[in-house]
């Protein structure tokens, strides 16, 4: 597979599988950097959260335990004004909630 890196060729199968597995692991890291550096605003979460959500949503089996916890926060960054931020309390359980998430997807890995 580092031998195709770069290639410019479509992954197929299993290498795209494989892809779309890393950029969910890479989304769920972005979403849990953003709350570590403090970012709070809706206009910074949202389409980080969105991304990953769209990724997992490629994988077509992706059911795991946190997955509804995202599809919450996901629902409460859509309904909130962009300017408006998570209280502490709410960053705080939200990058728990993606800590949790992104444990129980990595165990349907294995």
């Known amino acids: 597979a ?17 892809q779309i597995v890393f ?3 890479q989304h769920f ?8 550096l403090d970012q709070r605003a809706a206009d910074q979460l949202q389409p980080t959260l969105n991304d990953l959500n769209e990724a997992i949503l490629k994988l077509g089996d992706a059911n795991f335990s946190g997955r509804a916890k995202l599809l919450q926060w996901l629902v ?5 004004p962009a300017s408006e931020e998570l209280s502490e309390e709410e960053a705080r359980q939200f990058l728990f909630d993606m800590e949790t998430a992104y444990a129980a997807f990595h165990k349907t890995l294995q």
């Open 29 to 36: 890291i972005t979403v849990m950097d953003a709350l570590k």
């Open 23 to 25: 950029e969910v692991g």
């Open 76 to 80: 409460k960054l859509n309904q909130m």
């Open 2 to 18: 580092i031998g195709e890196h770069g290639s410019g060729a479509q992954p197929t199968g299993n290498n795209s599988r494989v």
